[in-house]
Nanobody, 120 residues
Framework: QVQLVESGGGLVQPGGSLRLSCSAS????????MGWYRQAPGKQRELVAT???????NAGHSVKERFTISRENAKKTTYLQMNSLKPEDTAVYYC??????????????WGQGTQVTVSS
């Protein structure tokens, strides 16, 4: 069983920055993909960014030039550096990990979510 713990959310003014962290506990596969998703009120959950074990990244169009995802494999931790924040970035941000488990195949786990509010 994998558990994810997020931190770093909060209130920030437009144009500001925040850094989210997500640490995994439990056993994860070497090919695990870690990522961030977000859900604003009344909207569906959407991809923010993902990163593979080797460092290959993928980001949503609306954040590609402003957000950077990274990870430290030894710490089983991923980070999301968010710059030039806009009010439309306001959402609950969820950490996710997709990991291969023997006998079960690929499994996906979610963190509890952390609120990011961009407002003046």
């Amino acid at each position: 069983q994998v558990q994810l713990v997020e931190s770093g959310g909060g209130l920030v003014q437009p144009g500001g920055s925040l850094r989210l962290s997500c640490s995994a506990s439990g056993s994860i596969s070497s090919g695990a993909i870690m990522g961030w998703y977000r859900q604003a009120p009344g909207k569906q959950r959407e991809l923010v960014a993902t990163i593979s074990f080797s460092g290959t990244t993928n980001a949503g169009h609306s954040v590609k030039e402003r957000f950077t995802i990274s990870r430290e494999n030894a710490k089983k931790t991923t980070y999301l550096q968010m710059n030039s924040l806009k009010p439309e970035d306001t959402a609950v941000y969820y950490c996710n990990i997709a990991t291969f488990e023997s006998g079960a195949g690929w499994r996906s786990y979610w963190g509890q979510g952390t609120q990011v509010t961009v407002s003046s």
